[in-house]
């Protein structure tokens, strides 16, 4: 217990699953309290239950990586408009607040928390009777007029993964403020999509396409096209980790790097090892890119690639596929990341080569199993006589459409090259 409380105080992020000779509730708690994912004994371990423990510790793990990113973003955002959101326990106390809302008597802010809703905002408003709706399971819609500006308003129950109604949460935004938001997501998503290729290069014997589609306004998928240094074609794709503004910025100076760097030299593993050095140097530790960058000698057919924590899917003729692993870290991770280059591979008429981000092979429904990697694979493999747009066209809707058609979480990003 000593040693787990100490690397917990002392920064351990990494899953922590206690195994024991002997079961205590009492210590199985005092364990769990301290920072234990999981508390097994000996005499209950086997395969089934160590799995069910290390799956259980990683979703966990990714739950609160998530719920810290989340807020984090929340944070940031706010910052630029007048929104409000809080949480209120079964009490009416003030549990949470990010960013800060003029609501009632004063001004609604983090030196709120702990204090009862109704000190900031009187009875006799209709914010505090929607709250203690919440508490029945309602939820309400409002607008909310405090120091000459119009917030709308939203309250809905706080519930716990077993539905259980544990408080309330309400989220304020200024309407004017968001109007001039709405506008400027539409400027940004302008110009995000002028960064793309206005169309895919038109090379004698390849047939070529690309397409992003942001999980948001603006995303951190990155796909291009270059014309190497030694006149080869360059075909990149990336993935900043995470999406939305953040991600949508690194993704702009990563565009930029490469095309600087793509005019002095045509090694793959050089261009991604100079960029890396670029994002490591401009972006917070959290950040992080997977890219790989292919180059294709068009006259000879033969392909060479670097990857950094991607990867890329060769297609031959009978559908089969070759995965073209990566062979270094994420670009931003470490300083001197090697990243070095495979290849070449000879190309032959027939084939094709696929590069995707995990935003397509990780759609999913709410609860249901990913679209997969195999999907995605047969889906290509069923298209391989179509244009390259075609198969692009068949991936997207086929990901789009599965489990029902729920909204993607995450940006997708594909480019197909075959070999004609």
């Known amino acids: 217990m000593q040693l787990l409380r100490e690397a917990i105080t002392k920064g351990c992020r990494v899953p922590i699953i206690l195994v024991t000779g002997q079961s205590d509730a009492a210590v199985d708690q005092q364990a769990l309290q301290a920072g234990a994912t999981d508390y097994l004994s000996k005499a209950d371990l086997n395969g089934s239950n160590l799995a069910r423990s290390i799956r259980f510790a990683i979703d966990r793990r990714q739950g609160e990586d998530q719920r810290r990113a989340v807020t984090s973003e929340l944070s940031a955002l706010v910052q630029h408009v007048a929104a409000g959101i809080w949480y209120l326990d079964t009490n009416h106390c003030i549990q949470s607040i990010i960013g ?15 204090r009862p809703f109704a000190e900031i905002v009187p009875q006799g ?100 096209f270059l014309t190497l240094s030694d006149g080869s074609l360059g075909v990149v794709i990336a993935d900043v980790s995470r999406h939305g503004f953040p991600s949508a910025l690194i993704m702009s100076s990563l565009r930029r790097t490469i095309r600087t760097l793509a005019a002095a030299t045509s090694v793959p593993g050089e261009i991604l090892e100079a960029a890396n050095t670029v994002i490591y140097e401009d972006t917070p530790d959290e950040w992080f890119v997977t890219g790989m960058l292919a180059s294709i000698d ?64 990780e759609h999913h429904s709410e609860d249901g199993p990913l679209f997969g990697l195999p999907r995605v694979w047969d889906v290509v493999a069923s298209l391989q006589e179509k244009s390259a747009t075609e198969i692009l066209d068949g991936l997207f809707q086929a990901a789009l459409s599965y489990e029902g058609g729920f909204e993607p979480a995450d940006d997708m990003t594909a480019v197909v090259v075959k070999v004609t």
Request: glycine residues 10%; negative net charge; charged residues 15%.
């Open 100 to 114: 800060q809302c003029p609501l009632g008597n004063g001004a609604f802010n983090e030196q709120s928390v702990g």
């Open 125 to 224: 408003y209709e914010i505090v009777n929607a709250h203690r709706a919440a508490l029945n399971g309602e939820s309400t819609t409002l607008d909310f007029t405090a120091d000459r500006h119009t917030f709308h308003i939203r309250i809905e129950p706080y519930r716990n993964e077993h539905n259980i109604i544990l408080g309330s949460i309400g989220v304020a935004i200024d309407v004017t403020s968001s109007r001039y938001l709405e506008s400027g997501l539409t400027d940004a998503r302008k110009i995000q999509q002028r960064l793309f290729p206005s169309m895919a290069p038109v090379v004698a014997g390849f047939d070529i396409a690309g397409y992003c589609r942001p999980a948001d306004a603006v995303g951190g998928d990155y796909y291009d």
């Open 298 to 361: 068009t006259q000879n057919r033969s392909l060479t690639i670097s990857g950094a924590g991607h990867e890329a899917y060769l297609f031959d003729v009978d559908g089969s596929v070759t995965r073209l692993s990566a062979n270094g870290l994420p670009l931003g991770m470490i300083d001197n990341n090697a990243l070095t280059t495979s290849g070449p591979i000879s190309l032959i008429s027939g084939q094709l080569l696929l590069l995707t981000t995990d935003g397509i092979h």
